[in-house]
């Protein structure tokens, strides 16, 4: 799934690959709480999910994230239009557009139930301030359910392999976030983790017995001044029992933007910044193993170090948004193709095979090409298009290319109006 924040704001916020999106949402702006960002640098709550993110400095419109279906031939996307944003399911070709969700609402952060039934997803009414909870709904259109009512917000919501119980943050203040599970109905919640660290973006590891999650280590215990600093952004595992925490690996990384789990859970990707460049990081959680930075390797590609020396060959520049192939065995990324100064307006996607580095260019459309996702069968990537980066207003596009670089197509989507609902 993809999700994102203006790349002008690039430098000053935290970024996790889980789908959430508070584009343009004045209320939120007003009353979210803050999220760890880099070097502790506080703008606001930056969420997002698999496929995705949201940006409350955002005032986009268009699709802000998307993920495939487990069958293959639906995307479901999350669409924003002025103050609202809404659920949608969509067919590959665009042919068929079915809005799950409608009114004055803001929904983000969707996950579809294994069995592609039922839906989970973040939402903020705009009728009740300061609230964001999560809601459950078929893929039919029936049965919305809001699952939890509280004065948090509840957010990076993930079933579990068998679909019987859900993950999620919930943000209890300024300085934390904790991990919390709970049946699929919403019954039987319970705390994974506590202490004054923020823990975030939770995936379920294939077991079911275990979840990932990104955890940001707060200087807060020091005194009132160091509140919202953040010293060090790590993984970390912990069991669906909260008992057992391990520490899988991390660096203290100056930014985090995503996080991506490869289908058989024996290898993480991470999205992460120690300098001025983004970079790929690649993790083996099975067996453990040294986070090691993932360079593409073959012709035309020059590894960039982090000092960004001025006279080197600096073609190509930043990596991101990394996403498995359902087989394991290659990940797609976006990069620069362009030499990096502060925000990049031209993205491609590239294909790395893991077992060689190789790599190759698969799209040159010449616009800013961000959050790429494997289709369930490994033959197309979905993709987001900004088609004018530099201005104020946009309309993000939503594209799909074959896997091997055939075929680039945009998706065309018809949507109804501010708070309506289409057949």
Not at 134 to 142: E, G, H, I, K, Q
Not at 361 to 375: A, D, H, K, M, R
Request: aromatic content about 10%.
């Amino acid at each position: 799934m993809f999700a994102t924040v203006p790349r002008r704001m690039v430098a000053a916020c935290l970024v996790v690959s889980c789908g959430i999106h508070f584009c343009g949402c004045t209320t939120l702006k007003k009353y979210a709480y803050g999220i760890p960002m880099a070097a502790g640098i506080w703008t606001g709550i930056i969420v997002i999910s698999p496929l995705a993110i949201l940006s409350v400095l955002d005032n986009r419109d268009g699709v802000t994230s998307a993920t495939f279906a487990p069958d293959g031939r639906h995307i479901l996307v999350t669409y924003k239009r002025g103050p609202y944003q809404h659920l949608y399911l969509v067919t590959s070709d665009g042919a068929s557009c079915t809005q799950l969700t409608h009114g004055k609402r803001f929904d983000f952060c969707p996950t579809i139930s294994p069995d592609g039934t039922r839906i989970v997803f973040s939402s903020f009414l705009h009728k009740k301030k300061k609230k964001v909870d999560l809601y459950t709904v078929n893929v039919d259109r029936s049965e919305l359910k809001q699952l939890t009512d509280d004065d948090f917000m509840e957010i990076w919501p993930h079933f579990s392999p068998d679909g019987e119980r859900i993950v999620f943050t919930s943000l209890c203040g300024k300085d934390q976030g904790h991990l919390f599970l709970m049946n699929a109905d919403g019954s039987g919640v319970r705390q994974l983790t506590s202490g004054q660290e923020f823990d975030i973006n939770p995936l379920f590891l294939p077991d079911g017995q275990k979840v990932l999650f990104v955890r940001a280590e707060s200087y807060a215990a020091m005194g009132n001044d160091t509140r919202g600093l953040w010293k060090c952004i790590d993984l970390y595992t912990v069991t669906i029992d909260g008992r057992q925490l391990t520490r899988c690996g991390g660096k203290g990384f100056f930014l985090f933007k995503s996080l991506a789990l490869s289908a058989d859970g024996k290898l993480a990707a991470l999205d992460i910044s120690a300098g001025r460049l983004e970079s790929i990081w690649l993790l083996s959680l099975d067996p453990p193993g040294p986070l090691a930075p993932l360079n593409p390797q073959g012709e035309g590609y020059t590894y960039v170090d982090e000092h960004y020396a001025e006279g080197r060959n600096v073609l190509p520049c930043d990596r991101c948004h990394p996403c498995f192939s359902p087989d394991g065995r290659s990940i797609v990324f976006a990069m620069t193709a362009t030499p990096k100064k502060f925000y990049s307006t031209c993205d491609e996607l590239h294909v790395m095979d893991l077992g060689t580095r190789e790599s190759r260019q698969i799209t040159n459309l010449g616009l800013l090409v961000e959050f790429p996702c494997y289709s369930p069968d490994g033959t197309r990537i979905l993709f987001r298009v900004d088609p004018k980066p530099k201005a104020f207003r946009s309309v993000y596009q939503l594209w799909i290319v074959n896997a091997n670089g055939a075929n680039p197509r945009r998706v065309e989507l018809s949507v109804g109006e501010q708070g309506t609902r289409i057949p």
